[in-house]
Structures are given as structure tokens and as C-alpha cells.
């Protein structure tokens, strides 16, 4: 009687230590309360990605165009809305749609099955402010066209501890200075128009919405 009583502590022992080891890693993942930073290496398995209508949010300075010529812009608007319809306005956009690289990245990503969050911000706060609101409302990417790419790692990091995976266009976003760490996770270079820009964000998205790391970039 004794020994089955041994045998049933030290079995109550041995589940009790097995929980306490796995419970409070359980419970972060489960309540909500402790987001999973999704960085670049999270998404290259199998298992990895995103939903296919995913939110994907575009934060661009007031006017910008890759080639910074307007006539440049209005071609990229027409060959980026070509065969596209576009969606309704989410949180955070535009309210309608302008001839310029806003425009196009909307009803590119509209045409791909993704939500569009486009937002204008042209001064580093407001970008900042633009980046942590598009996570905090579920982008799952978050494109940005710094104005200051050393100005936003704050956001950056609270972007990503969000689940977002931070894309910067041009040059990489830093936390700090041009020798300092880069803390954005892809790069895409300008390009040589705004067209080709929305192309390549385009499917950098695709890729990661696969789970697949992106190349090249």
C-alpha cells in the first residue's frame, strides 16, 4: 500500500514540474498579452505566412514618387490600376484615390486580395505615428518610405513586436546613425519608376504571405 503510494507522488510530482516548465509559455501565447515579434527568419517555413487578404500597410511622404517626376507618377498610377478594382477605403487610407504612388499601391494591393492601409506622413512623428497605428489595426507589412531612416526604430520595433514585418524603401531604417544597426527587416531599392516599385512590393508581400523569405532583398 505504501509503495502505491510512492508511485502516485512522485507520478503528481513529475506532471506538476512538467506544467510549471510549460505553463507560463503556454499562457503567453494563448491570452494575447505577449505578441510574438515576426521577424524575416519566422518566415521561411512551411508553416510560416500570413492570411491571403491580409492588411498591408504603405506609409509614403506627402508627393512621393520613386522617379520624382509627376508625369512619371500619373504613367505608374495607370499601369498599376490597370484591370484593378478597388476596394473600399480601409481605417487609415486615403479617402479616394490620387494619381501618385499612394494611388497605385492601393489598387495594386486591392488587386492582389489585400487590404490597403495607405497612409500620408511626411514628417518623422507622423510616420512613427502612422507605423505603430497600421500595425497596432493587424498589417501584417508594413512598407515605409522614410523620410528620416534613422528617426523610426522606435516604431519599427513596436511594428514588429506587434507581428509586423517592416519593409523600408530606399534606404534601410537604422536605430540611429548611418553605422548603426539596421532594424528594418527587408530593403527594396527606389527603382527606376514608381511602377516598378509597386511590382516589387507587391510581390516581396506575395512571398512572405507564403511563408517564403523573399530573395534579393
Do not use: N, W
Amino acid at each position: 500500500m505504501r509503495r502505491g503510494r510512492t508511485v502516485a507522488v512522485v507520478t503528481r510530482c513529475v506532471i506538476l514540474a512538467a506544467v510549471v516548465a510549460v505553463g507560463p509559455a503556454a499562457c503567453a501565447a494563448e491570452d494575447g498579452t505577449t505578441p510574438t515579434p515576426v521577424r524575416s527568419t519566422d518566415l521561411t517555413g512551411a508553416d510560416g505566412g500570413f492570411d491571403e487578404h491580409a492588411r498591408v500597410a504603405v506609409v509614403v511622404p506627402a508627393g512621393a514618387s520613386s522617379s520624382g517626376t509627376r508625369g512619371a507618377r500619373a504613367d505608374a498610377t495607370a499601369d498599376a490600376t490597370a484591370d484593378a478594382t478597388p476596394g473600399a477605403t480601409q481605417p487609415g487610407a486615403i479617402a479616394t484615390p490620387t494619381p501618385g504612388l499612394d494611388g497605385a499601391f492601393r489598387s495594386a494591393l486591392t488587386a492582389s486580395g489585400y487590404v490597403p492601409d495607405v497612409r500620408i506622413a511626411s514628417r518623422p512623428d507622423a510616420q512613427s505615428a502612422a507605423i505603430v497605428a497600421a500595425a497596432m489595426a493587424g498589417a501584417k507589412v508594413v512598407v515605409v518610405e522614410a523620410v528620416d531612416p534613422t528617426a523610426l526604430a522606435a516604431a519599427v520595433q513596436r511594428a514588429q513586436d506587434a507581428g509586423a514585418v517592416v519593409v523600408a524603401i530606399g534606404e534601410p531604417l537604422r536605430k540611429g546613425g548611418a553605422s548603426r544597426p539596421v532594424v528594418s527587416d527587408f530593403r527594396l531599392p527606389v527603382g527606376s519608376s514608381d511602377a516598378d516599385l509597386v511590382r516589387r512590393v507587391v510581390r516581396l508581400t506575395d512571398r512572405l504571405q507564403e511563408g517564403r523569405r523573399p530573395s534579393g532583398e
